[in-house]
């Protein structure tokens, strides 16, 4: 059972507004709602003033991340569930010829809504997950997720060999991420 309180506080950039959520978690979780809405989370045991101190450390991030929000691109709606399989699907299909001469077996797709994440992959089970968001933003914000998620059947963590392997692939995809991460705003996601 959450209990909520809306708080404001005094910080160096001026007051900010916040809503303070007390549930059973063990850490301190601070985010930027898609409408602008500052929302913390606490342990039920966190004392307010420890919340209000967070705020006051994270202000500059907060108010970073509003102003992105506010520069972020207009998106069009997601479309159907099927539309969003076919995107995804094309994404995958026009990347794949980069990894298949190297061993990479074509994987499954699977398509999911996801806060966090642009896309995931299950390497030994042999699936990649994008996050049907990727059809609001530009075809290449898809095709560089699509790779970066088949890149890791070849180097499952984000070392050095990953880099190289991505550099080599596709030597833009760092312009990519940065203009994706536009988009992560407008999504009302970091």
């Known amino acids: 059972m959450a209990m909520e309180q809306v708080r404001m506080v005094d910080t160096d950039a001026g007051p ?41 450390e994270k202000c ?23 539309e969003c399989r076919q995107a995804l699907s094309e994404s995958l299909e026009r990347v794949y010829p980069l990894v298949a001469p190297l061993g990479v077996a074509m994987p499954e797709l699977r398509i999911r809504r996801m806060r966090s994440q642009w896309g995931n992959c299950h390497w030994r089970q042999g699936y990649i997950t994008l996050n049907t968001a990727l059809v609001r933003c530009p075809r290449d914000m898809g095709d560089y997720v699509a790779l970066h ?24 995809w760092r312009e990519r991420r940065k203009k994706l991460k536009e988009y992560a705003a407008a999504l009302g996601r970091d």
């Not at 549930?23 to 342990?43: A, C, D, F, M, Y």
């Not at 108010?63 to 998106?75: D, E, S, T």
Request: proline letters at 10%.
């Open 16 to 56: 900010i507004t916040y809503t303070l959520v007390r549930k059973r978690i063990k850490n301190l979780n601070l985010r930027i709602g898609p409408g602008g809405g500052v929302t913390l989370s606490v342990p039920l045991s966190c004392p307010v003033g420890r919340g209000d101190q967070l705020v006051r």
């Open 149 to 172: 998620e088949l890149v890791h059947f070849l180097h499952p963590d984000h070392g050095p060999g990953f880099y190289r392997e991505m550099d080599r692939l596709m030597p833009q």
């Open 60 to 82: 500059g991030w907060i108010i970073c991340h509003l102003a992105r929000q506010r520069q972020a691109p207009i998106l069009p709606p997601e479309g159907s569930r099927a």
